[in-house]
């Protein structure tokens, strides 16, 4: 039976400096299951078995809004070639993390569809008003900008290679410890995925969400009777059940073994720990913002850092010009007066 378990520090406000304020109380009030699955609040970060811990504890100077700084550059990952990732280094132990994110990011990929969506807007607002009125909505509508999910690596007991399943855009902001080994990481998922904060010589391999689909892998989360939708629902249990089967079928042989203790799952959360919160304050590691920082990601149609507004301009040019090619004529020519 996976259960929740709570690590209440609050032994450690001794210590705490009196400019940074650190979250009191327990971390598991600030969670909870829904039909979907695991959800956590913002300062919490999921470990195995449902574990949650606020994440101050664990980062020092930890600001939400830090992370959300302007990275300098990308480098190109490519994709793995046919349907089989390399297996990790020998002595490598696989650690399994499927979560799902909504912490916005100023990395943007902007696919062929959203700039197709945009371009509808501007061809609608040119025929009916000769002109761009409203740019916020031409740029909003689809999501572009990346996912951002904090993985917090204190385990120095082995080598780790880390498996990372998430959002629909998911951007991976490793924070691994001193005396941590990473040998590899492989990203299962999402349109566009990336990864900031690794060490450059650290493979990473990945497949996007229509590649796991053309080799019929589907990653999922092991399901839990505490989810409400499964709870009272043994044939809906079963049928997830039998997803994951299949899933850890082919992880366990692509991989290695697929152990619980190895695992962690949340429908949404921003933070997850592999290992153990830290024993003190003063072994934390600072929280990494992404301001400057270099971005490995998966190629796409456009990806870009940027602050929203110059997002917007941005993606409203590339709208702009899809939409003087798709008419044909100049776009102000489209209205006509009544």
Known sequence: MRLITSLFLSIFLVSCSETERLPKGNAIDSSHY???G???KRDVAVGANDSVSWVQYSLKDFKSA??????AGFTMLKEQAGCRFDHPAAGSTPIYVNVGSIWTSRV???TDYSVASASKKVLKQYRAQGKIVDSKRVAGGT??????IDVIVTDTSKPLHLVLAGSQIPLWNIHAFEGVTITGVSLLGGHTVGVVGLDPAIPVSYMTTDKLESCKIKPVQKPSTKWTSVGQDKNRFAELNGLFNTFDLWFSKTFGPLKQENSIFAARTRHVLIGDVPATLEARMPHRSMRGATVQVSPTTQVIAAEPKDYREFKLNLAMQNAQAEAGVPLASLHTPR
């Not at 830090?66 to 990275?71: F, I, M, N, R, T």
């Not at 999501?143 to 951002?148: A, P, T």
């Open 34 to 36: 829904s039909h979907q």
């Open 108 to 110: 943007y990929a902007i």
């Open 66 to 71: 830090e992370v959300l700084g302007v990275p």
């Open 38 to 40: 695991f959800f956590t």
């Open 143 to 148: 999501k572009d900008s990346m996912d951002v």
